[in-house]
C-alpha cells in the first residue's frame, strides 16, 4: 500500500467513525417501543476497531515518512534532499510564517487619550516587501508540497 492510499484511508475511516459516534450518541434517546439498528455495545465495538485501525495506519505512515527520502525543487532550480517527515515539518514552518505575516497589518496614526498628541506607529516592512515575503513563502511552501505528494504515491507503508 502506498503511503498516499494508506492516507486516502485514514480520511475515509474518520469521516466513517464520526458518522458512527453521531449514530452512537443518538441511542441514548429514541422513540419508547422501537428498536435502534444496533446497541450501544455494538458501536462501541465496530468504533474501536476503526480507531485502532487508524492508529496502525497513521503508525505505518509515520514509519514509512521518515525512512522514504524526496528531492524538493525550488523555483531557482537549487534543490535538498530530505526525509517526507522533514518536508511536512518544514511545511508546518512555514504555514506558521506565512500566518504570523497575515496578522502584520498596519495601524493607522492615532491621538493618545487625554493629550492632543498623534501617535504614529513604524513599520519594519512595506507591504510591498510584506507582499514579497508571502509570495517567496508559498512558493517555497508549493516545492515542499510536490516532493512529498510525489513521495506519498511513490513509497510504501
Given at each position: 500500500?502506498k503511503?498516499?492510499?494508506?492516507?486516502?484511508?485514514?480520511?475515509e475511516?474518520s469521516?466513517?467513525l464520526s458518522?458512527?459516534?453521531?449514530?452512537?450518541a443518538s441511542?441514548f434517546?429514541?422513540?419508547?417501543?422501537?428498536?435502534?439498528?444496533k446497541?450501544?455495545?455494538?458501536?462501541?465495538?465496530?468504533i474501536?476497531?476503526?480507531h485502532d485501525?487508524?492508529?496502525?495506519l497513521?503508525?505505518?505512515?509515520?514509519?514509512?515518512?521518515?525512512?522514504?527520502?524526496?528531492?524538493?525543487?525550488?523555483?531557482?532550480n537549487?534543490?535538498?534532499e530530505?526525509?517526507?517527515?522533514?518536508a511536512?515539518?518544514?511545511?508546518?514552518?512555514?504555514?506558521?510564517?506565512?500566518?504570523q505575516?497575515s496578522?502584520?497589518?498596519?495601524?493607522?496614526?492615532?491621538?493618545?487619550?487625554?493629550k492632543?498628541?498623534?501617535?504614529?506607529?513604524?513599520?519594519?516592512i512595506?507591504?510591498l516587501?510584506?507582499?514579497e515575503?508571502?509570495?517567496?513563502?508559498?512558493?517555497?511552501?508549493?516545492s515542499?508540497d510536490l516532493?512529498?505528494?510525489?513521495?506519498n504515491?511513490?513509497?510504501?507503508l
Amino acid at each position: 500500500m502506498k503511503i498516499g492510499e494508506a492516507l486516502q484511508e485514514v480520511k475515509e475511516l474518520s469521516s466513517k467513525l464520526s458518522r458512527l459516534q453521531t449514530l452512537q450518541a443518538s441511542l441514548f434517546s429514541f422513540v419508547e417501543g422501537t428498536q435502534p439498528s444496533k446497541t450501544f455495545e455494538e458501536y462501541e465495538k465496530e468504533i474501536n476497531s476503526i480507531h485502532d485501525r487508524i492508529i496502525d495506519l497513521k503508525l505505518k505512515i509515520q514509519e514509512a515518512n521518515l525512512r522514504s527520502k524526496v528531492t524538493v525543487t525550488f523555483d531557482d532550480n537549487s534543490s535538498i534532499e530530505c526525509s517526507i517527515a522533514r518536508a511536512i515539518l518544514e511545511v508546518s514552518k512555514l504555514r506558521s510564517k506565512l500566518y504570523q505575516l497575515s496578522l502584520m497589518v498596519p495601524q493607522n496614526p492615532t491621538y493618545t487619550y487625554g493629550k492632543e498628541q498623534l501617535v504614529t506607529y513604524f513599520q519594519p516592512i512595506t507591504q510591498l516587501e510584506k507582499e514579497e515575503m508571502i509570495t517567496k513563502l508559498e512558493r517555497k511552501k508549493r516545492s515542499y508540497d510536490l516532493a512529498i505528494q510525489g513521495g506519498n504515491w511513490t513509497y510504501s507503508l
